[in-house]
């Protein structure tokens, strides 16, 4: 292992142990390169891996230097969602798999959703629901991705959305490519009502069947 990546890893370590906290600043170069016994031509090549991987922020001036980057779960996703696609690509895993991941985190969600979704979440839920007859291919589209994004966030889990969403990017690159048959997409509208309608009740288990249902009418996009 090159010994740039020994020390990125190193100190990857200590910042997802906690002993390096979000906006602390890390050693400078030279003692960086003292400490591990390594050049500062190393110690950059270290420290611009860490960048990369939004472990860390290199400012310059007088008071720069690395700083540990405080979590943001829009990059975490983004990164998850990165690394899903690689995988895809190079058939390590199949849509079919992830889109058996998605029925695993959805489900469960639909259900938390009914219990905890507020006045405004629903509104939002509400607002994503299209008009089964004269909704545009592209709009339904757009339309369901919006209100599975709003089912999710209404679980008030920012956990359970940061793993979600790059499972749904995927997964609707696939559905924007498969040819629907007819009376698809107002099927599709009809689930949607039918969840909300469960998440207006706040009743889980109903949720958590109607979007059980709902997602097994997708699986044919994605086999």
Not at 64 to 71: H, L, R, T
Not at 106 to 126: T, Y
């Amino acid at each position: 292992m090159p010994a740039y990546q020994q020390l990125s890893d190193a100190l990857r370590a200590r910042i997802i142990t906690g002993e390096l906290k979000p906006g602390e600043k890390l050693p400078v170069e030279p003692d960086l390169s003292t400490q591990y016994g390594v050049s500062r031509s190393t110690v950059r090549e270290a420290l611009r891996l860490l960048a990369s991987q939004n472990l860390i922020i290199t400012t310059r001036g007088v008071a720069g230097g690395s700083f540990v980057a405080y979590p943001n779960p829009q990059q975490v996703a983004g990164y998850l969602e990165a690394s899903l696609r690689l995988l895809s690509q190079a058939r390590s895993l199949t849509i079919g798999q992830i889109a058996e991941a998605r029925d695993l985190l959805e489900v469960p969600a639909a259900g938390l959703a009914a219990q905890r979704r507020s006045e405004q979440q629903l509104l939002d839920l509400k607002g994503t629901l299209f008009d089964r007859g004269q909704t545009s291919l592209a709009d339904a589209i757009a339309s369901s991705k919006m209100f599975h994004a709003a089912l999710v966030r209404a679980t008030g889990s920012p956990i359970v959305e940061m793993l979600s969403q790059p499972v749904f990017e995927i997964v609707y690159d696939h559905v924007l490519e498969w040819e629907a048959p007819a009376g698809f997409w107002a099927r599709i509208a009809g689930d949607h009502e039918a969840i909300f309608d469960a998440v207006e009740a706040q009743d889980p288990t109903s949720a958590r069947e109607a979007i059980r249902e709902h997602l097994r009418k997708l699986r044919p996009a994605c086999a």
